[in-house]
């Protein structure tokens, strides 16, 4: 601080000591005044330099701060190289995770195995994920735009490390290579539920299947409301204008707008003619369970149908049609429907009738056959135990066998079929089965639980906002 004034005392002087020493020297008249003023210049100007020195070394850092200096400019550019050469080294990763990665949809009348041979998968590659995957995944739905894709092995592109199918965004279902040996494993991402009512009166000339298509509903909701209700009202007959209707969807979403699957909690119809009916989805624990269907609240089931489902828990791993054989690997046609179960799980006859085949042969190994009063045959194959013999008269529901995988078979599963009087094949799926007509035990008492949750729902959805929750993924 003492040196600075110090320089901004002499300054001035300084300047007018060299101005008057310029004039001088140009006059020629430099006397002994003005070697005084000579010397005082000199001094100034060696005290200034002498100040500039000391400020620069001041300034400078000391060999330690400069070593510190060199070490932390160093590592900054140890880590930018770092992170440039990781990024390098994905964008290398993910170029070459590309090139063996192979993508495709389900086209139009499509099934899993022409879509995999369109990704260049060899038949008996392409059986191989088929017949697994269908363990696990039931495939006979599958629609148009749903997502499957393959990551090959770099050191052997005919060898696939990983086959996923994504139904919708939501959901994908994986095969992961381990030895040689695919393990299934199912990936399932955060999803949002909402809950909804929908309600309305019936207009003149209106029909409750156009009111509600209207109002926005899926189609395939307003097949189950419609159903449903049939069971109760003709409503050719008793349908009026005013009759009011009421149903509650709860409905899945993927990123807060993507609709991805919805299920009708409850229906009711009110008409002058028609009356009073209301109905109640039970949920039987399983989403594989034939239980698991809508019910009055005593429990009767309100499907229109005489015949129960031949098992308890419905898994189809192959559907009734063209397909290619999991043994032979040909094309073929298959007259019936697969039902994946563990050996032994009992088998049901799915309508009374009389015992006309039970045998075995090396096609259908152990199997049984029963007429029915409508003289439509019902067939049950691949049995591990043959529990009715020929000639007997069995009753709906009543254990006519046990699962197993006799015969030409890749696995413990029940092939189901149904003839028509003239020897047809049919679909079995076109035939509306059910597990019983009446809930009875425990399965009422959930029901009855299940009831008066849907009756809060109901009422929460009247009186404030639609109830939304979270579904966590998981993978």
């Known amino acids: 601080m003492y040196a600075l004034v110090e320089v901004s005392s002499f300054v001035p002087n300084f300047q007018q000591d060299c101005f008057q020493l310029m004039i001088e020297t140009k006059s020629g008249r430099v006397g002994r005044r003005g070697g005084k003023r000579r010397l005082r210049v000199l001094y100034s100007i060696a005290f200034v330099v002498a100040l500039i020195f000391l400020f620069v070394r001041a300034m400078r850092p000391s060999p330690r701060m400069r070593a510190k200096r060199e070490l932390e400019g160093a590592r900054f550019l140890l880590d930018s190289l770092s992170k440039r050469i990781e990024r390098e080294e994905g964008r290398i990763s993910t170029l070459k995770r590309l090139k063996y990665l192979r993508e495709g949809m389900i086209r139009p009348g499509q099934g899993m195995f022409q879509a995999l041979n369109d990704l260049g998968v060899p038949n008996p590659v392409c059986l191989e994920l088929v017949n697994t995957l269908s363990d696990s995944v039931e495939l006979i739905n599958m629609i148009a735009g749903e997502r499957i894709s393959l990551e090959l092995d770099p050191e052997d592109t005919t060898r696939i490390l990983t086959f996923s199918y994504s139904p919708h965004p939501a959901?994908?279902?994986?095969?992961?290579?381990?030895?040689?040996?695919?393990?299934?494993?199912?990936?399932?991402?955060?999803?949002?539920?909402?809950?909804?009512?929908?309600?309305?009166?019936?207009?003149?000339?209106?029909?409750?299947?156009?009111?509600?298509?209207?109002?926005?509903?899926?189609?395939?909701?307003?097949?189950?409301?419609?159903?449903?209700?049939?069971?109760?009202?003709?409503?050719?007959?008793?349908?009026?204008?005013?009759?009011?209707?009421?149903?509650?969807?709860?409905?899945?979403?993927?990123?807060?707008?993507?609709?991805?699957?919805?299920?009708?909690?409850?229906?009711?119809?009110?008409?002058?003619?028609?009356?009073?009916?209301?109905?109640?989805?039970?949920?039987?624990?399983?989403?594989?369970?034939?239980?698991?269907?809508?019910?009055?609240?005593?429990?009767?089931?309100?499907?229109?149908?005489?015949?129960?489902?031949?098992?308890?828990?419905?898994?189809?791993?192959?559907?009734?049609?063209?397909r290619i054989h999991p043994l032979t690997g040909r094309r073929v046609m298959h007259r019936g429907v697969d039902y994946r179960a563990p050996t032994g799980t009992p088998v049901y006859a799915v309508a009374a009738g009389t015992v006309v085949k039970?045998?075995?042969?090396?096609?259908?190994?152990?199997?049984?056959?029963?007429?029915?009063?409508?003289?439509?045959?019902?067939?049950?194959?691949?049995?591990?135990?043959?529990?009715?013999?020929?000639?007997?008269?069995?009753?709906?529901?009543?254990?006519?066998?046990?699962?197993?995988?006799?015969?030409?078979?890749?696995?413990?599963?029940?092939?189901?079929?149904?003839?028509?009087?003239?020897?047809?094949?049919?679909?079995?799926?076109?035939?509306?089965?059910?597990?019983?007509?009446?809930?009875?035990?425990?399965?009422?008492?959930?029901?009855?639980?299940?009831?008066?949750?849907?009756?809060?729902?109901?009422?929460?959805?009247?009186?404030?906002?639609?109830?939304?929750?979270?579904?966590?993924?998981?993978?």
């Open 171 to 322: 959901v994908v279902h994986r095969l992961v290579n381990n030895d040689d040996a695919y393990v299934y494993k199912r990936i399932d991402h955060p999803t949002m539920v909402r809950h909804r009512i929908i309600e309305g009166t019936l207009e003149q000339g209106a029909s409750l299947d156009q009111t509600l298509r209207n109002k926005c509903v899926p189609s395939s909701m307003v097949g189950v409301v419609t159903g449903v209700l049939l069971c109760k009202i003709s409503f050719r007959t008793h349908a009026r204008e005013g009759d009011r209707f009421r149903a509650i969807l709860r409905e899945r979403y993927y990123q807060d707008s993507i609709r991805i699957e919805g299920q009708v909690l409850y229906t009711c119809y009110e008409g002058t003619k028609a009356g009073f009916h209301e109905a109640f989805r039970y949920d039987d624990g399983d989403p594989k369970s034939s239980y698991t269907a809508h019910y009055t609240e005593e429990g009767e089931a309100l499907i229109h149908s005489g015949l129960r489902y031949p098992l308890d828990r419905l898994h189809i791993s192959s559907g009734y049609g063209m």
């Open 358 to 475: 039970s045998g075995y042969n090396s096609n259908n190994g152990h199997y049984i056959a029963i007429r029915h009063a409508d003289k439509y045959t019902s067939y049950y194959l691949h049995l591990h135990r043959r529990l009715a013999a020929k000639g007997r008269m069995v009753r709906a529901r009543q254990i006519i066998g046990k699962v197993g995988s006799t015969g030409m078979s890749t696995g413990p599963h029940l092939h189901f079929g149904f003839r028509k009087p003239n020897g047809a094949w049919m679909d079995p799926l076109r035939k509306r089965m059910i597990a019983t007509p009446k809930l009875e035990g425990d399965r009422l008492t959930r029901l009855r639980r299940q009831v008066s949750e849907i009756r809060r729902t109901l009422d929460s959805l009247t009186t404030q906002t639609p109830a939304v929750t979270m579904r966590g993924g998981t993978e």
